[in-house]
């Protein structure tokens, strides 16, 4: 057929088969993802928001950590990709009966999954079961290492808005030193050549982050001084014990994003924040719902992201998991 | 590797294609022209042009990515999943008569999965198939309404319509050994 | 029962003898050390070319797991491992399960030792009751059951006080006070150098500062006791300044270094395989400052000893996530290879000092026999062949574990024989 040769042309590819982070994409890897996406979007503005894509296949969402709102993102991509889907969440798995990761993963596997969408509190955990596993693991957020399809996602309404990655000024601003998100979006935007610059308290800056390619600081008005996009992070009441702030109180008044301080950035920056959000704790409500902000807009582009990348892994595991061609 | 069709021939047999729909629709009333990608999107407009002129009333136009319905796209050998573009239907195909356009009618799954596709926007009264040509070998019972060129071909042999649009160019050209 | 070494260059540091010689053993001692000696009647071995006879090295730093983790390693696998590697001796660490703190166990060890029969095992015992750092062990008894140190390894002497009296009360038996310098607030629950790899990771850090502020206390308190005090696995620029100054200064304070902390970096956890539990030990592995100040100080005399912190894992236990994963690698088996590769055979350091840091010191250290090849003194004896091309193998280890990031390593150097008490217990000639 006439089109095939042209697809065959256009096409790019992932060469991984799992999606452990961003780390290791390339720009035309993540430009693709992003492309992709933009299909995935239009089917999820449709009345029957569903194609047949992954009939057929089964994805077991893994999460070892709780959260609702990556989870609920994974299933429905996975949903409108026509795939089976199985949540798993820990308080209700053998975990907590004191078995491995591995051997509850090797469990899981036995019978046949086609992919593993895990969230797991230890950095490298989706690395151990790639090298491990049959599945194609999707990593849904690694301890404080990476959270690659929130970088996506966060890359897709970023170009929405913008037209564009490269060239931006992105400041990033909350308690770096625990955040996954911050990882793969400093990766990501550099990768994709935007200006990233980091801010938070000195105690919640990650130690050589002068390696990460970013401009750090600790003044949130320099951060934003100029800034096209302006995403902030959760910062965890939990800080307080590690001696890391003193009270959410002054964390709000030396780091919160107000009205004021976002007026540092240029007219049509937008506000974004990963959630799940603490208002008033660092975002202001006034900001949070305020016209610059898209962080409902994260939210929804977030499953046509996650659609993306199932359907560009899905096809990659073919390759490996079936030994065809 | 032999041209089967030229400009001029193309473009009369999508002149002729577009007097055939208004023959057998009795006029445009509750029609829309939907190409599939890629090379169906360019075709159908140009019938959109041509119905405008013969008629002067606008068809609405869409464009079908049908690579999510695709039969074949979880059996690759190694290579790349089939890039996905956008799907752009402005319009609700509900109890609208659909003239589902591609380049070339071959083994008949395309129009299965674009059949799948449309299917999911709503429910049309009725689907007919354009095609610019039909080169044979079926797989699945489906046959074309309107067909710009019937054009025997081996298996072996294969059938490239490059347009103005995409290509530079607007011809048919049969490649291989018969 | 006679034995030759026959031929070869002898290096025996404590004897400044460097030369080519002939070696006698006699009943389990040195008979003689001489030109063109005699058989007489004696098993001849002889040294190949380009081969070294050295005094038995000794490893003042193992953890051979028995009694209670059998499954990691015993003191018949573990001391295998010892002689394969080319270590006559072995000091084992009190953290075993029960923790060595009351010379039952000492006794029970020695048994073990005994009855392997490879290398000698030097128990040391635990500063305090279960290592709990509340209530002083019986060190005096101790000591007579065999413990040739005290520490509380795992985790530092917990406070100021426990160490200082610890310190006073080893100094009085004569033996040394060994610390496994940590300070557990700023250590947290870090599993990796904090700079810029772990944060890369996302793993939690632990600053070389954890470790030098208790090196710093603990040169403090030796010279306010008077005593020994020796710095266990030492691994940050830091605390090598903080023992530099200590010495400068007359304290007595010795340190050791372990391989893989002149060997790796951090940035190996960034590497092929990334978040290798075999890569994750503690302390980490730290940055390449930090790694370059380790050599520095073993080429400048500052480094007393290098010491393996051979702690063997079982596979299950290390194939877990990495924050969750133990800590500890094995080493008896690469030691010297990569003393040979990373510090002889790139001129950091004569293959005198290699025995120094290998042999001499870690026996004066413990204050234990050996280091030596005198005439009269046991027939220690280890032969190394430095030319030798070896790749390491994880799966072919004498130990029961193999957790160590070495496998598939080439490497230049090795050990050709073994000799303990005059028995040849490791021959690969």
């Given at each position: 057929?006439?089109?095939?040769?042209?697809?065959?042309?256009?096409?790019?590819?992932?060469?991984?088969?799992?999606?452990?982070?961003?780390?290791?994409?390339?720009?035309?890897?993540?430009?693709?993802?992003?492309?992709?996406?933009?299909?995935?979007?239009?089917?999820?503005?449709?009345?029957?928001?569903?194609?047949?894509?992954?009939?057929?296949?089964?994805?077991?969402?893994?999460?070892?950590?709780?959260?609702?709102?990556?989870?609920?993102?994974?299933?429905?991509?996975?949903?409108?990709?026509?795939?089976?889907?199985?949540?798993?969440?820990?308080?209700?798995?053998?975990?907590?009966?004191?078995?491995?990761?591995?051997?509850?993963?090797?469990?899981?596997?036995?019978?046949?999954?086609?992919?593993?969408?895990?969230?797991?509190?230890?950095?490298?955990?989706?690395?151990?079961?790639?090298?491990?596993?049959?599945?194609?693991?999707?990593?849904?957020?690694?301890?404080?290492?990476?959270?690659?399809?929130?970088?996506?996602?966060?890359?897709?309404?970023?170009?929405?808005?913008?037209?564009?990655?490269?060239?931006?000024?992105?400041?990033?601003?909350?308690?770096?030193?625990?955040?996954?998100?911050?990882?793969?979006?400093?990766?990501?935007?550099?990768?994709?050549?935007?200006?990233?610059?980091?801010?938070?308290?000195?105690?919640?800056?990650?130690?050589?982050?002068?390696?990460?390619?970013?401009?750090?600081?600790?003044?949130?008005?320099?951060?934003?001084?100029?800034?096209?996009?302006?995403?902030?992070?959760?910062?965890?009441?939990?800080?307080?014990?590690?001696?890391?702030?003193?009270?959410?109180?002054?964390?709000?008044?030396?780091?919160?994003?107000?009205?004021?301080?976002?007026?540092?950035?240029?007219?049509?920056?937008?506000?974004?924040?990963?959630?799940?959000?603490?208002?008033?704790?660092?975002?202001?409500?006034?900001?949070?719902?305020?016209?610059?902000?898209?962080?409902?807009?994260?939210?929804?582009?977030?499953?046509?992201?996650?659609?993306?990348?199932?359907?560009?892994?899905?096809?990659?595991?073919?390759?490996?998991?079936?030994?065809?061609? | 590797?032999?041209?089967?069709?030229?400009?001029?021939?193309?473009?009369?047999?999508?002149?002729?294609?577009?007097?055939?729909?208004?023959?057998?629709?009795?006029?445009?009333?509750?029609?829309?022209?939907?190409?599939?990608?890629?090379?169906?999107?360019?075709?159908?407009?140009?019938?959109?042009?041509?119905?405008?002129?013969?008629?002067?009333?606008?068809?609405?136009?869409?464009?079908?990515?049908?690579?999510?319905?695709?039969?074949?796209?979880?059996?690759?050998?190694?290579?790349?999943?089939?890039?996905?573009?956008?799907?752009?239907?402005?319009?609700?195909?509900?109890?609208?008569?659909?003239?589902?356009?591609?380049?070339?009618?071959?083994?008949?799954?395309?129009?299965?999965?674009?059949?799948?596709?449309?299917?999911?926007?709503?429910?049309?009264?009725?689907?007919?198939?354009?095609?610019?040509?039909?080169?044979?070998?079926?797989?699945?019972?489906?046959?074309?309404?309107?067909?710009?060129?019937?054009?025997?071909?081996?298996?072996?042999?294969?059938?490239?319509?490059?347009?103005?649009?995409?290509?530079?160019?607007?011809?048919?050209?049969?490649?291989?050994?018969? | 029962?006679?034995?030759?070494?026959?031929?070869?260059?002898?290096?025996?540091?404590?004897?400044?003898?460097?030369?080519?010689?002939?070696?006698?053993?006699?009943?389990?001692?040195?008979?003689?050390?001489?030109?063109?000696?005699?058989?007489?009647?004696?098993?001849?071995?002889?040294?190949?070319?380009?081969?070294?006879?050295?005094?038995?090295?000794?490893?003042i730093?193992?953890?051979?797991?028995?009694?209670?983790?059998?499954?990691?390693?015993?003191?018949?696998?573990?001391?295998?491992?010892?002689?394969?590697?080319?270590?006559?001796?072995?000091a084992c660490m009190p953290?075993?399960?029960?923790v060595n703190d009351h010379a039952g166990i000492t006794q029970?060890i020695l048994?073990?030792?005994?009855?392997?029969?490879?290398?000698?095992?030097y128990p040391i015992g635990a500063v305090s009751i279960?290592s709990?750092?509340?209530q002083l062990a019986e060190l005096g008894e101790q000591k007579t059951a065999g413990c040739v140190a005290f520490t509380d390894d795992?985790?530092?002497v917990?406070?100021?006080l426990l160490m200082r009296r610890a310190l006073e009360y080893a100094g009085m038996l004569g033996v040394p006070v060994i610390d496994?310098?940590?300070?557990?607030?700023?250590?947290?629950?870090?599993?990796?150098?904090?700079?810029?790899?772990?944060?890369?990771?996302?793993?939690?850090?632990?600053?070389?500062?954890?470790?030098?502020?208790?090196?710093?206390?603990d040169?403090?308190l030796a010279e306010l006791a008077g005593a020994h005090v020796h710095i266990a696995?030492?691994?940050?620029?830091?605390?090598?300044?903080?023992?530099?100054?200590?010495?400068?200064?007359?304290v007595r304070v010795t340190?050791?270094?372990?391989?893989?902390?002149?060997?790796?970096?951090?940035?190996?956890?960034?590497?092929?395989?990334?978040?290798?539990?075999?890569?994750?030990?503690?302390?980490?592995?730290?940055?390449?400052?930090?790694?370059?100040?380790?050599?520095?100080?073993?080429?400048?005399?500052?480094?007393?000893?290098?010491?393996?912190?051979?702690?063997?894992?079982?596979?299950?236990?290390?194939?877990?996530?990495?924050?969750?994963?133990?800590?500890?690698?094995?080493?008896?088996?690469?030691?010297?290879?990569?003393?040979?590769?990373?510090?002889?055979?790139?001129?950091?350091?004569?293959?005198?000092?290699?025995?120094?840091?290998?042999?001499?010191?870690p026996a004066r250290v413990i204050n234990v026999p050996?280091?030596?090849?005198?005439?009269?003194?046991?027939?220690?004896?280890?032969?190394?062949?430095?030319?030798?091309?070896?790749?390491?193998?994880?799966?072919?280890?004498?130990?029961?574990?193999?957790?160590?990031?070495?496998?598939?390593?080439?490497?230049?150097?090795?050990?050709?024989?073994?000799?303990?008490?005059?028995?040849?217990?490791?021959?690969?000639?």
């Amino acid at each position: 057929m006439t089109t095939q040769a042209t697809e065959a042309a256009a096409a790019a590819t992932l060469t991984s088969r799992h999606l452990l982070g961003i780390a290791g994409m390339t720009a035309d890897e993540i430009g693709l993802v992003l492309d992709t996406a933009i299909a995935m979007k239009e089917i999820g503005g449709r009345a029957i928001k569903k194609v047949p894509t992954l009939r057929g296949r089964t994805i077991v969402n893994l999460f070892f950590e709780p959260s609702t709102r990556t989870r609920t993102s994974f299933e429905i991509a996975e949903k409108r990709l026509s795939a089976d889907t199985l949540s798993i969440a820990a308080a209700t798995s053998s975990v907590t009966k004191g078995e491995s990761l591995l051997d509850t993963v090797r469990n899981i596997e036995a019978m046949s999954p086609d992919m593993i969408v895990m969230r797991h509190a230890s950095s490298g955990a989706p690395h151990l079961l790639a090298r491990t596993c049959r599945s194609a693991i999707v990593n849904a957020g690694d301890g404080m290492h990476e959270h690659p399809t929130q970088a996506l996602l966060d890359a897709f309404t970023i170009r929405e808005h913008k037209g564009r990655l490269a060239g931006l000024k992105v400041a990033i601003i909350g308690d770096l030193l625990h955040s996954r998100v911050l990882r793969s979006n400093v990766i990501l935007l550099n990768t994709m050549g935007a200006e990233v610059w980091a801010c938070g308290p000195s105690t919640l800056m990650p130690p050589g982050i002068g390696g990460f390619g970013v401009r750090a600081t600790t003044s949130v008005d320099e951060a934003v001084e100029g800034a096209d996009v302006v995403m902030m992070l959760r910062i965890q009441h939990e800080r307080m014990h590690g001696h890391f702030i003193p009270s959410v109180r002054e964390y709000f008044t030396l780091f919160g994003l107000t009205p004021e301080r976002a007026r540092r950035a240029r007219s049509d920056v937008i506000i974004m924040h990963p959630g799940p959000m603490n208002r008033g704790v660092e975002i202001d409500s006034e900001v949070a719902d305020g016209p610059y902000s898209v962080i409902l807009e994260q939210v929804s582009n977030g499953v046509a992201v996650r659609m993306a990348v199932l359907y560009l892994l899905a096809g990659r595991d073919i390759d490996v998991e079936r030994g065809e061609g | 590797m032999p041209q089967v069709m030229d400009a001029d021939r193309m473009s009369r047999a999508l002149t002729r294609i577009a007097h055939e729909i208004l023959e057998r629709n009795c006029g445009l009333d509750e029609l829309a022209l939907v190409g599939i990608r890629t090379r169906g999107v360019p075709l159908a407009r140009r019938l959109a042009r041509a119905l405008r002129e013969i008629n002067g009333d606008d068809v609405p136009t869409g464009a079908l990515d049908i690579t999510l319905y695709r039969d074949d796209l979880m059996r690759h050998a190694v290579g790349p999943q089939p890039v996905v573009r956008r799907t752009e239907i402005a319009f609700s195909i509900d109890d609208r008569k659909i003239l589902l356009v591609d380049d070339v009618l071959y083994t008949g799954r395309t129009i299965r999965a674009a059949l799948d596709a449309l299917i999911d926007f709503g429910r049309p009264r009725g689907i007919q198939l354009v095609v610019l040509v039909d080169r044979g070998h079926r797989e699945l019972p489906i046959k074309a309404d309107y067909v710009g060129k019937n054009l025997p071909t081996s298996l072996s042999q294969s059938v490239q319509v490059r347009l103005q649009e995409i290509d530079g160019v607007d011809e048919v050209v049969i490649e291989g050994e018969p | 029962m006679k034995l030759l070494l026959k031929g070869g260059r002898v290096v025996d540091p404590a004897n400044a003898r460097d030369g080519a010689f002939d070696v006698l053993i006699e009943d389990g001692r040195i008979a003689r050390v001489g030109k063109d000696l005699p058989a007489d009647g004696a098993e001849v071995f002889e040294i190949r070319p380009g081969w070294i006879v050295a005094p038995g090295l000794i490893d003042i730093h193992v953890h051979l797991r028995e009694p209670g983790q059998e499954h990691k390693e015993t003191v018949l696998t573990g001391t295998e491992a010892a002689v394969a590697g080319g270590f006559a001796a072995v000091a084992c660490m009190p953290n075993t399960e029960p923790v060595n703190d009351h010379a039952g166990i000492t006794q029970f060890i020695l048994k073990k030792a005994a009855e392997a029969a490879r290398a000698r095992v030097y128990p040391i015992g635990a500063v305090s009751i279960g290592s709990k750092g509340e209530q002083l062990a019986e060190l005096g008894e101790q000591k007579t059951a065999g413990c040739v140190a005290f520490t509380d390894d795992g985790k530092p002497v917990a406070t100021a006080l426990l160490m200082r009296r610890a310190l006073e009360y080893a100094g009085m038996l004569g033996v040394p006070v060994i610390d496994h310098c940590e300070d557990p607030s700023l250590k947290g629950d870090g599993v990796a150098h904090e700079g810029y790899y772990s944060s890369y990771l996302g793993l939690r850090g632990i600053p070389g500062a954890a470790e030098s502020i208790m090196v710093e206390r603990d040169v403090s308190l030796a010279e306010l006791a008077g005593a020994h005090v020796h710095i266990a696995h030492m691994s940050a620029r830091e605390s090598l300044r903080a023992v530099r100054a200590g010495k400068a200064r007359g304290v007595r304070v010795t340190c050791e270094v372990a391989p893989h902390h002149f060997t790796l970096t951090d940035e190996a956890l960034d590497g092929a395989v990334k978040y290798d539990t075999n890569l994750k030990m503690n302390p980490p592995l730290r940055s390449a400052a930090d790694r370059d100040a380790m050599i520095e100080g073993i080429a400048d005399g500052t480094v007393d000893a290098i010491a393996t912190d051979h702690a063997p894992h079982h596979p299950d236990e290390k194939m877990l996530e990495f924050d969750r994963a133990p800590f500890g690698i094995v080493g008896l088996e690469t030691a010297v290879p990569l003393v040979f590769d990373r510090l002889v055979h790139t001129g950091r350091i004569t293959i005198g000092r290699m025995i120094e840091l290998l042999s001499v010191n870690p026996a004066r250290v413990i204050n234990v026999p050996g280091g030596t090849l005198a005439e009269g003194s046991p027939a220690d004896v280890t032969v190394l062949a430095p030319d030798r091309e070896m790749i390491v193998s994880a799966e072919s280890l004498k130990s029961r574990s193999r957790n160590m990031p070495f496998d598939g390593w080439r490497l230049r150097g090795g050990v050709a024989a073994t000799i303990v008490g005059g028995r040849m217990v490791y021959k690969n000639a």
